[in-house]
């Protein structure tokens, strides 16, 4: 039996690259962050829903003008144990 793991990349939304440079320090911005975690939220439940075997988050470190939203995967993954 194979055993799917859907690999995620939490990112922060910008409509445009322009967006991003003027809300730096993005990495910084708690709605943005927020909206991330949530969309995530319901990804991880859609993956359950459909038997996918585990998520997986990337994790970057001091990575606050980046796409990517992840400096604690370890605390994504408890958060998502307890939603599935």
Do not use: C
């Amino acid at each position: 039996m194979v055993k799917v793991i859907l690999q995620v990349y939490p990112m922060i939304r910008a409509e445009s690259e322009e967006e991003r440079i003027a809300l730096r320090p993005i990495g910084r911005n708690v709605e943005r962050y927020q909206e991330a975690i949530r969309g995530l939220h319901d990804i991880v439940q859609a993956a359950d829903d459909l038997g996918i075997w585990g998520v997986a988050p990337i994790e970057h470190h001091f990575h606050s003008e980046g796409y990517e939203v992840g400096p604690a995967p370890g605390v994504m993954d408890a958060y998502w144990a307890a939603i599935t």
